[in-house]
Nanobody
């Protein structure tokens, strides 16, 4: 069974840093795009950053220059390094894997359970 498990959220003061990790477990063969989304209370979920299998990246304008997405294909893991955090970054952050291929599993999209990031002013 495939699962995405996130870690690294928490409470941090404005200006601080956090590093989120998301690891896909199971008999993984290949993961195409991976991404981080976030959803703040009362707001729609938004894309924060995405990384393709070739390493190309894309970022929301609000996090450019502060956040860095990376991946370790050998570990089936995606990371989000968040620097210069501001209170507006407070949200539940979820990882997403597009077209994940695993043994005896139909290729599909998967979501992590989400991890809370809270930035205090």
């Amino acid at each position: 069974q495939v699962q995405l498990v996130e870690s690294g959220g928490g409470l941090v003061q404005a200006g601080g840093s956090l590093r989120l990790s998301c690891t896909a477990s199971g008999r993984i063969l290949k993961i195409n795009d991976m991404a981080w989304y976030r959803q703040a209370p009362g707001q729609q979920r938004e894309l924060v950053a995405a990384i393709a299998s070739d390493g190309s990246t894309d970022y929301a304008d609000s996090v450019k220059g502060r956040f860095t997405i990376s991946r370790d294909n050998a570990k089936n893991t995606v990371y989000l390094q968040m620097n210069g955090l501001i209170p507006e970054d407070t949200a539940v952050y979820s990882c997403f894997a597009r077209q994940l291929e695993a043994v005896l599993t139909t290729p599909g999209d998967y979501w992590g359970q989400g991890t809370q990031v809270t930035v205090s002013s």
